[in-house]
């Protein structure tokens, strides 16, 4: 039986930036045991995010870009970032950046195997990989699927965002590389929330992303016809070369995942409910939460530090994953209105989390109020008092 400081279940973004925010940390002489399936080696999803100041991954930073546009069949709008910056980091970058810094460590192990079980008491926390049992002060576990959440839990919202991209390279300059494209709903709803990001690495290759909010899964041939009808008939892009493909599953829920497990083990990632619910940004809010426990850790001895009140937002998510439930397709207009009324910036602070209540209202006040009244009283129901 061995033991460490510290066990991270999963080796995934979740568990690999917490292991990094602990070697730039005093934390760095920790025994720490990262265990996955398997190695990442392989680039198999890109993060993108805005920041307004700098990170600690800013050398991997593959791209970043000054301007976003907005745009559906009858309104296209392209507005400049003055604060911020919109960034894109590819999965692989990051994979080799973190093995590289955690290989100088010789108190950091990596074992690939599938956990079979994971447990605590008052003094340690122990799992099981083949039959071997290790154990550790605190473990950290980041491993989800979206299986684990169905039977869908019946007082949450639950939809699944859904995507497929193609990384393509044309012949002749067909991109903008300074701007990105965030939302496109050039494309039918089908009353639910579809659009296509375009993120340009250069004039003449970006990655074209189709995204689907929605309770049900496209086939394979769904997902590459609209695809290529895309980029054909809306980007007008004739002759193109597919480089590389990714395609990826979020859950988006307001379900409330537990923080902990047991005395001493703590959920990350996803599976601690880091994934925002009505966007599925994610990259930065993991690095935000990794700060938070290394802080506790060093302050506490505890990685479980004080969770602050989120009321407010939980109940933006509720309104629009309930919008997005009943019509899904309505949020194409309120969208392009948000956008059409507001700063980008403010927007963009608001999505993040960042943003007043004063500020908060602006945006309310900027787009149809009858869903968000709707969605409300499905909410909390009639009494006022919240159904779940």
């Not at 990714?246 to 859950?251: D, L, S």
């Amino acid at each position: 039986m061995a033991h460490f400081d510290y066990i991270i279940a999963g080796g995934g973004c979740a568990g690999l930036s917490l292991a990094y925010h602990m070697i730039t940390s005093p934390l760095k002489d920790k025994s720490i045991l990262i265990i996955d399936k398997a190695k990442k080696n392989r680039n198999d999803r890109t993060w993108c995010f805005w920041t307004d100041q700098p990170t600690i991954f800013d050398k991997i930073v593959l791209r970043e870009w000054s301007k976003i546009e907005i745009i559906d069949d009858e309104r296209h709008f392209i507005r400049p970032l003055e604060d911020l910056d919109y960034q894109m980091i590819r999965s692989i970058d990051f994979y080799q950046f973190i093995y590289k810094e955690l290989s100088k460590y010789s108190n950091i192990k990596f074992l690939n195997g599938f956990i079979e079980k994971v447990q605590s008491d008052e003094k340690s926390a122990s799992l099981v990989v083949e039959d071997k049992i290790y154990t550790a002060d605190y473990i950290f576990d980041s491993r989800f699927s979206n299986e684990s959440l169905t039977p869908h839990h019946p007082d949450y919202h639950f939809l699944f965002q859904h995507f497929k991209g193609w990384f393509i390279k044309t012949p002749i300059p067909c991109f903008d590389y300074h701007k990105v494209t965030m939302f496109d709903f050039r494309t039918p709803q089908n009353g639910e929330v579809r659009f296509f990001y375009t993120l340009p690495l250069d004039d003449e290759t970006a990655l074209v992303e189709y995204t689907i909010f929605s309770d049900n899964l496209l086939t394979a041939n769904e997902y590459d016809s609209a695809l290529e009808g895309h980029i054909r008939k809306v980007l007008k892009i004739k002759n193109y070369q597919i480089l590389e493909t990714e395609k990826g599953i979020i859950p988006m829920t307001d379900f409330r995942f537990p923080k902990q497990e047991g005395r001493r083990v703590m959920n990350i990632g996803t599976r601690g409910g880091a994934c925002k619910a009505s966007t599925g940004y994610t990259f930065l809010r993991i690095q935000r939460e990794s700060e938070k426990i290394v802080r506790s850790l060093m302050r506490d001895n505890s990685p479980f530090y004080p969770q602050k009140s989120r009321f407010r937002h939980r109940t933006y998510d509720s309104m629009i994953l309930n919008i997005m439930h009943r019509d899904g397709g309505l949020i194409r207009d309120i969208f392009m209105q948000m956008f059409q009324n507001n700063p980008i910036e403010r927007i963009l602070y608001f999505l993040d989390e960042r943003s007043s209540f004063i500020r908060d209202l602006k945006i309310m006040n900027s787009v149809p109020s009858e869903p968000f009244i709707t969605s409300l009283e499905n909410i909390f129901g009639s009494d006022g008092l919240q159904k779940k």
